[in-house]
């Protein structure tokens, strides 16, 4: 039986985000992206995935990080939301994290401007920003960016 808090830890520009694993369907080396006119500057594109094209979310819009050209070591993140397979672009994968049932909920509790983040978690010292994959798919870019909060230290 899963755990019930497992994330897949990912970075972009040395920040830490988090997804919930049950959304994860694996996680594969960047391919070619093939650019799509008219899309939001939150899709970079779209992959050919046995067949069928997968749209290829990119964070670093909403977060306010510089764009830059994909990396041979970036990873390709795919995710199953609904019905909808999507992929979203991660500079690196560091791994699966079972925090606690405790930190989770502190997390969860942060009140945060957008649906795309559920919460920051702290561990180690350092903030893990927590994403909702439900959110992606409708997701849009607010004027200036989404700014994220730092977590509080647990006494």
Same mark, same amino acid.
Do not use: W
């Given at each position: ?9 990912? +970075? &972009? ?8 694993? #049950?959304?994860?369907? !694996?996680? $594969? ?11 939001? *500057?939150?899709? !970079?594109?779209? $992959? ?9 979310? %990119?964070?670093?819009? =909403?977060?306010?990080? *510089?764009?830059?050209?994909? =990396? =041979?070591? %970036? ?7 609904? #019905? ?9 994968? %560091?791994? $699966? =994290? #079972? *925090?606690? &049932? $405790?930190?989770?909920? !502190?997390? +969860? ?5 957008? %649906?795309? &983040?559920?919460?920051? &978690? ?19 870019? *607010? ?8 977590? #509080?230290?647990?006494?």
């Amino acid at each position: 039986m899963d755990a019930p808090y497992r994330y897949l830890i990912f +970075k &972009l520009d040395n920040r830490n985000y988090g997804l919930p694993l #049950e959304f994860v369907s !694996r996680v $594969i080396r960047a391919v070619e992206i093939i650019p799509v006119p008219n899309e939001t *500057p939150l899709i !970079r594109g779209v $992959i050919n995935l046995h067949g069928e094209m997968v749209s290829v979310f %990119d964070l670093r819009a =909403l977060f306010n990080l *510089p764009r830059r050209d994909i =990396l =041979l070591s %970036d990873r390709l993140i795919l995710l199953a939301v609904g #019905e909808r397979q999507l992929a979203l672009l991660a500079d690196a994968v %560091d791994g $699966i =994290l #079972e *925090p606690r &049932l $405790i930190d989770v909920m !502190r997390a +969860k509790n942060v009140v945060l401007n957008t %649906d795309i &983040l559920d919460g920051v &978690l702290e561990q180690g010292g350092e903030a893990i920003y927590l994403c909702n994959p439900a959110a992606f798919p409708q997701a849009e870019i *607010p004027a200036g960016g989404i700014e994220l909060p730092e977590p #509080e230290h647990a006494e």
